[in-house]
């Protein structure tokens, strides 16, 4: 059959967005509508797709996610209470399929958001299944993330609003990090927590109130590497910003895990456990020692087949001779720097040009220390940087790292 443009999709959108189900069409009608309308998206119907994500439809369907709306449903008098309650929570369900849709596309806007959407969608914890949990912890991951939204107002607004403890609390409230049964969902939050991490700092103070440390352990140690690497990669964002979170990984026992992660199978797994195990030694040396027993496991990373599993190991350990000393000895015992260098030699441009950029800011912070600089001059590293001098003219990037290097060993 064909839809014409300008009758059938119009005829659904209005049907929802001027009806009153009072008066109008009954929660059952509602209900058919929605999910007619669903469908046709999820197949691919695109010119409903256009038309059904306008910001007046978008404000009217937003309402069905209002408790007070979905329990007038379920009291609809024509249905008996448990027939109510069953078709309030399907038409709950079908509107949060929606709103999904619509926050991948960044349909919801500004104005949706400003009201009282996102304190809505938080109540829907209360009254939905559980296994609509992941849907509305997505619908809140691509707001913070703005996904394919080049207008950041959207998400930043959603940023500030998650940034504070009693809007993240849903967390506690619901166990979310602690039920394994579902998890796809604890994928879906622990990359939404790691995507306000890495937007800002002002998250922190909120994810610490949650107490969420014993359970990132609980999953880092015994979930599946589909879990332990969002667990590794939300680890380092949480150490992005400032070292607020050193201790506190420490003291709750995060840091054995973390160093086993990057023997894991999974390259992942390895990549993300590499990035926080840098980024928790980058602000000061408090960690220093925590981390002497993977130096040896780093410099092999550096041989790892993922490239940024290379990049993440060459700057971790060029981040434990960046606040301190106290690791020198055991870079030169397993030849860091020597690794380093072959690295930064055998890495091919312009495909691999970031892996040789943190290879040479690395070494750079080794020639600030004697005792490391004493065991690069016994591999000939003058003559090899002005080699890689060479090879580089083109690249004024690295050039900048090398003429760092220059200097130091100038001194």
Known sequence: MALNDNQFDEVLIDLISNSSYKYDISPKGILSILN???????????????????????????????????????????????????????????????????????????????????????QTFEITHKENYKIIVSIIHNLVNGRGNSDDIVNNITTDHYSQYLNLKFIETYSLLKDISMKDMIIELLMCLTCLCR?????????????????????????????????????????????FFYDEIKNNGLIPPLLNSCYDPDRITRKFACFAIGNAAFLNDKLYENFRSIIPKLVELLQ????????????????????????????????????????????????????????????????????????????????????????????????????????????
């Open 199 to 243: 937007k800002s700092q002002n998250v922190y103070s909120a994810i610490h109130q949650l107490n969420i440390c014993l359970d990132l352990k609980f999953l880092i140690e015994k979930m599946d590497s589909s879990v332990k690497s969002r667990v590794c990669n939300l680890i380092g964002n949480m150490c992005r910003h400032t070292d």
């Open 36 to 122: 007619l309308m669903h469908d046709l998206i999820v197949c691919d119907y695109k010119m409903l797709f256009k038309k059904f994500i306008r910001e007046h439809f978008l404000k009217q369907l937003t309402t069905f996610i209002k408790r007070k709306q979905i329990m007038a449903i379920a009291e609809w008098p024509a249905y008996k209470k448990e027939e109510g309650s069953v078709i309030a929570m399907n038409i709950l369900t079908i509107v949060l399929k929606l709103m999904k849709i619509s926050s991948e596309v960044n349909a919801l806007t500004e104005e949706i958001i400003k009201g009282e959407f996102l304190v809505n969608l938080r």
């Open 304 to 411: 790892d087949p993922e490239d940024n599993t290379r990049a993440n190991s060459a700057g971790a350990l060029g981040n434990f001779v960046r606040c301190g000393d106290s690791l020198c000895y055991d870079i030169v015992q397993y030849k860091a720097h020597e690794a380093l260098v072959k690295l930064a030699e055998n890495e091919e441009i312009p495909s691999q040009i970031q892996i040789i950029k943190v290879a040479l800011f690395a070494l750079g912070n080794f020639c600030y220390h004697q005792i490391v600089k004493m065991e690069l001059e016994k591999i000939n590293f003058k003559n090899r940087i002005e080699g890689l001098r060479l090879k580089f003219r083109s690249e004024p990037q690295l050039l900048e790292h090398i003429e760092r290097i220059r200097k130091k060993l100038r001194e």
